[in-house]
């Protein structure tokens, strides 16, 4: 039995009955022995000008946790979770850190916008390749696991990808950590991270085996968001 409680929260396109057999998340959970299996909060059919934004929804699951010491884990559908043991991987990252994720960097501007990738001066994503990375995370297909290696994990970093990030609900509760809705379904994660850090919270990857079927969108809607992002935190600098 997993102690404190873990909880997915996860937003899908994808229709609650079609869930656990439609996406990666799904069928992953279904492979966790019925002890070890997470809690988790679905936010299904979350599609169309209706859709709500990953910010508020992710905001509702925190200060709707019971148990301060919950364990929330806020990770999209098309991730595959391998390890089963993840209750017990996430109770001893979070003794080192407050917020957890697989993969980050650090050295990178307070406003970057995005844990790898920043704006170039025609304002098109481009990659900060002077920025420590962390941590590890396969792509595309569970089932043949050749896992990227951005560097050593543990370790400190200012921020994490949001495919899959962990902390206490009473952590971000007591230190007023939220999402900020403005992001919606891009550069939530990197707000969240400069909130965390500002707030003092500590950020770090762990080692835990996951598959993302994605590679990443770094479209128009991105751009858009990693611009109004920079100007807050900008604007944020004493």
Sequence with gaps: MIKPSLILACATTTSSQRFARATLLGRSLQAFPEAARPRLVLLAANVGCEAVGLSDFYNRVIDQAQQDEAILVFVHDDVYIHDWLLGCRLAEALLRYDVVGVVGSSGVPLDQPGWWHGLDAQGQPQRNDASVRSGSINHFDPYLVRPDWYGPAPAACDLLDGVFLAARAGCLRSSGVRFDSQ????????????TARAAGLRLGTWPIALTHGSGGAFDQAWISAAKRLQAKWRAARP
């Design 183 to 194: 992001f919606r379904f891009h550069c939530y994660d990197t707000d969240f991270c400069h």
